[in-house]
């Protein structure tokens, strides 16, 4: 039985036999309706089955089980657009997505293009990697890591060169090791798009802006890159002046003086040289710096206003301790000289009242305590004056 079995598989897939027989029962139990909503997955699942490597091959032909592990894969599909139209040096993408299903893993991705009735691959993913296999894609082309599902083609910077016909190519495989393939494909068609007429916008602030405040205007094209913008002041048509090469015009600080008439031009490879003009916009710059906007420009002033004064303060603090302590040092320096006078005519007068009862021995001893408070004013008078002259100077400026 298993030998004829054999030699049927070899001429006859088993979905041909399996087909009529699920329609004869299905209309003799009245599901027929259920089943024409079901026979495309069912009959994609039953293409796999006639696989050599599937579970329907002879050896379990006639397993229910191994039947239902199959349908998982009848409802896996690659979804994508069927034409795009991509711009000359800009970028774009080539959809191909699907759904994982559980048990089946991705083993090879492939992008294949078809020139001339020829198909090169350009893009492999398998196990060892991402590898780009036309030199001319190189560094142009990539697809998405570590997004389970989503295997679409992103090309830079286009060229005319990658009009054609690209194909995505997944192939799974199940927990019994058999292979799964599906595929989508999708034209390319490449465009030189001329430079639009240009549009401008304003920034945050508007076109109505407080003098020191920051704005900015950007110039917005579309067409095929690379795009050249100008900028000038005044009108379109009349004598204006060339400002900026840049997209976008920027102001630091607006002044007064700014307030005025702008437009941009822009131009590109695709547009043979034609140049497209904006509208001009007015810009107009109100009134002085408002705090809101001075305050950052003063900043710098207002601290080394408040650092100077700092050092002043500093100066005047230290020169006035000096000055107290100055004052001090006359203060002890006059007291002590008190002392000194004090002291002195002490020993003066003891020899005057001893005079009258000692004999001339005691009038010579007189005489040379007062030659040594002699000595002691001369010594002292020069230090003394001038602090006594710095007291009094000090006296006099204070009441003044």
Same mark, same amino acid.
């Given at each position: 039985?298993?030998?004829?079995?054999?030699?049927?598989?070899?001429?006859?897939?088993?979905?041909?036999?399996?087909?009529?027989?699920?329609?004869?029962?299905?209309?003799?139990?009245?599901?027929?309706?259920?089943?024409?909503?079901?026979?495309?997955?069912?009959?994609?699942?039953?293409?796999?089955?006639?696989?050599?490597?599937?579970?329907?091959?002879?050896?379990?032909?006639?397993?229910?089980?191994?039947?239902?592990?199959?349908?998982?894969?009848?409802?896996?599909?690659?979804?994508?657009?069927?034409?795009?139209?991509?711009?000359?040096?800009?970028?774009?993408?080539?959809?191909?997505?699907?759904?994982?299903?559980?048990?089946?893993?991705?083993?090879?991705?492939?992008?294949?293009?078809?020139?001339?009735?020829?198909?090169?691959?350009?893009?492999?993913?398998?196990?060892?990697? *991402?590898?780009?296999?036309?030199?001319?894609?190189?560094?142009?082309?990539?697809?998405?890591?570590?997004?389970?599902?989503?295997?679409?083609?992103?090309?830079?910077?286009?060229?005319?060169?990658?009009?054609?016909?690209?194909?995505?190519?997944?192939?799974?495989? *199940?927990?019994?090791?058999?292979?799964?393939?599906?595929?989508?494909?999708?034209?390319?068609?490449?465009?030189?798009?001329?430079?639009?007429?240009?549009?401008?916008?304003?920034?945050?602030?508007?076109?109505?802006?407080?003098?020191?405040?920051?704005?900015?205007?950007?110039?917005?094209?579309?067409?095929?890159?690379?795009?050249?913008?100008?900028?000038?002041?005044?009108?379109?048509?009349?004598?204006?002046?060339?400002?900026?090469?840049?997209?976008?015009?920027?102001?630091?600080?607006?002044?007064?003086?700014?307030?005025?008439?702008?437009?941009?031009?822009?131009?590109?490879?695709?547009?043979?040289?034609?140049?497209?003009?904006?509208?001009?916009?007015?810009?107009?710059?109100?009134?002085?710096?408002?705090?809101?906007?001075?305050?950052?420009?003063?900043?710098?002033?207002?601290?080394?206003?408040?650092?100077?004064?700092?050092?002043?303060?500093?100066?005047?603090?230290?020169?006035?301790?000096?000055?107290?302590?100055?004052?001090?040092?006359?203060?002890?320096?006059?007291?002590?000289?008190?002392?000194?006078?004090?002291?002195?005519?002490?020993?003066?007068?003891?020899?005057?009242?001893?005079?009258?009862?000692?004999?001339?021995?005691?009038?010579?001893?007189?005489?040379?305590? *007062?030659?040594?408070?002699?000595?002691?004013?001369?010594?002292?008078?020069?230090?003394?004056?001038?602090?006594?002259?710095?007291?009094?100077?000090?006296?006099?400026?204070?009441?003044?």
């Amino acid at each position: 039985m298993r030998a004829k079995l054999h030699a049927w598989h070899a001429f006859v897939p088993p979905s041909a036999f399996l087909t009529p027989c699920c329609f004869l029962l299905a209309h003799h139990l009245r599901w027929l309706p259920v089943l024409l909503v079901w026979w495309v997955p069912l009959a994609d699942a039953l293409v796999i089955a006639s696989s050599p490597r599937s579970c329907f091959h002879v050896d379990c032909f006639f397993s229910f089980k191994c039947f239902f592990s199959l349908l998982p894969a009848a409802f896996l599909n690659l979804t994508g657009y069927h034409e795009i139209v991509g711009v000359w040096k800009d970028s774009t993408t080539l959809p191909c997505a699907y759904v994982p299903v559980k048990d089946l893993v991705q083993k090879i991705l492939k992008w294949i293009v078809v020139r001339d009735q020829s198909s090169v691959t350009i893009f492999r993913r398998d196990d060892s990697g *991402d590898h780009v296999l036309l030199s001319e894609y190189r560094g142009r082309v990539s697809v998405l890591k570590d997004a389970p599902g989503n295997v679409s083609l992103n090309i830079l910077n286009l060229e005319v060169s990658d009009k054609g016909t690209y194909i995505c190519q997944v192939t799974w495989s *199940d927990p019994s090791d058999s292979l799964i393939v599906r595929e989508i494909t999708t034209e390319l068609d490449i465009v030189k798009v001329a430079a639009t007429k240009p549009i401008i916008r304003a920034g945050e602030l508007g076109l109505t802006v407080p003098a020191g405040a920051r704005t900015s205007l950007t110039c917005v094209a579309s067409g095929s890159p690379p795009i050249s913008y100008r900028w000038f002041r005044g009108t379109p048509g009349q004598k204006a002046l060339l400002l900026s090469r840049q997209a976008e015009l920027v102001w630091d600080s607006l002044q007064p003086s700014d307030t005025g008439k702008y437009y941009c031009e822009v131009e590109n490879r695709a547009g043979a040289g034609a140049v497209q003009q904006s509208d001009a916009v007015e810009l107009t710059v109100t009134g002085l710096p408002s705090s809101r906007y001075a305050l950052p420009a003063a900043l710098p002033v207002v601290l080394g206003v408040a650092v100077l004064g700092a050092l002043l303060t500093a100066l005047w603090c230290r020169r006035r301790n000096e000055e107290e302590l100055l004052y001090e040092v006359a203060f002890h320096s006059a007291a002590d000289v008190t002392r000194l006078e004090t002291d002195g005519e002490n020993s003066v007068k003891c020899p005057h009242k001893d005079t009258n009862s000692k004999t001339e021995k005691s009038n010579d001893t007189f005489t040379v305590k *007062d030659n040594s408070l002699d000595s002691i004013h001369m010594r002292k008078n020069p230090e003394y004056e001038n602090l006594m002259n710095a007291m009094e100077l000090e006296y006099e400026t204070e009441r003044i």
